[in-house]
């Protein structure tokens, strides 16, 4: 097993490229990056860093840090064929490209997932326009930029629930960026020592190229559950904790890891849209922490 460790926006709480909904300036974002002692990032909401690449370069230069991947965020119930949001993916794989980055990760921000009746009606023309411009977008990636395109499965989005990421898997021939969170979210009992997220790993090891770590707070999830709230509150009252505190147990998610003998990025996205940087900061050293005293990493 060889993981190699990066970190994103998202655990400073910032979501989108106006650095909403946490607020935290680029900058800062960077600075605490560095100093919790991470050396790679997944660029986050495209427009949050800096666009130019020499801007750029120089900001994660002077810092040691590298660009890991870049993640393209698009409502896809908005577009009717790829072709409507190439320039926009053209752009970001070219800035990704240009920085040493290997992968393209996206996730779809249509609300339809879960807690809504939105998808049940869909047919299978719906779902086959849907996979048919993920499939196209991944191919532009890889033979335009020779960037993997992995897929993020996202709470209350297109694609959520086991169910629904085997049928992605099926009809597109996309590898995965498998999130930890994410998945004990909406495919997990809740209770401690949750085995969906080592059991989908085992699974599915041949299409896990990308992984996120997030950790469930079992107590909120399953207030959550038991108020039937919806996932924006869920995660304003921080449904998503540090690692060593959740439901998931990462000792048996890194065992799975060695099992499948994974190589490739692991990303410690905490998901803290209301964090003060302070508690973000303190969050990102105690993750990578944990992930060493686990042997998750060296």
């Not at 790993?201 to 950790?215: G, P, S, T, V």
């Not at 399953?222 to 000792?251: K, W, Y």
């Amino acid at each position: 097993m060889a993981v190699k460790i990066a970190t994103a926006p998202c655990s400073w709480g910032v979501w989108y490229a106006d650095g909403t909904p946490s607020g935290t300036p680029a900058q800062l974002f960077l600075d605490q990056a560095q100093q919790a002692g991470y050396r790679a990032l997944e660029l986050g909401p495209d427009g949050y860093l800096p666009e130019d690449q020499r801007v750029l370069e120089e900001e994660l230069s002077r810092r040691g840090l590298e660009a890991a991947a870049g993640t393209a965020c698009y409502r896809f119930d908005q577009y009717q064929r790829f072709d409507d949001f190439r320039p926009a993916v053209e752009k970001l794989c070219a800035r990704i490209a240009s920085m040493g980055g290997k992968y393209l990760v996206t996730m779809d921000e249509s609300d339809v997932g879960l807690y809504s009746e939105k998808k049940a009606g869909f047919t299978p023309e719906t779902w086959r326009k849907y996979f048919t411009m993920f499939r196209e977008m991944g191919a532009f990636a890889q033979e335009e930029f020779g960037l993997m395109m992995v897929y993020h499965p996202h709470i209350k989005s297109l694609i959520e629930t086991e169910e629904e990421i085997i049928r992605l898997l099926d009809a597109t021939g996309l590898n995965l960026c498998f999130d930890t969170g994410h998945h004990a979210y909406v495919n997990g009992n809740g209770q401690p020592g949750d085995p969906s997220v080592p059991d989908f790993i085992r699974r599915y090891a041949e299409r896990i190229k990308y992984l996120h770590f997030k950790q469930v707070d079992g107590a909120v999830y399953n207030r959550v559950l038991a108020e039937h709230l919806d996932s924006d509150t869920a995660f304003d009252i921080d449904v998503m904790c540090d690692l060593p505190d959740g439901i998931i147990d990462f000792q048996a998610v890194r065992q799975a890891l060695e099992d499948i003998h994974f190589d490739g990025i692991g990303v410690v996205e905490s998901d803290m849209p209301k964090a003060s940087n302070e508690r973000a900061f303190a969050s990102a050293c105690r993750n990578l922490s944990y992930l060493r005293e686990i042997r998750m990493i060296d």
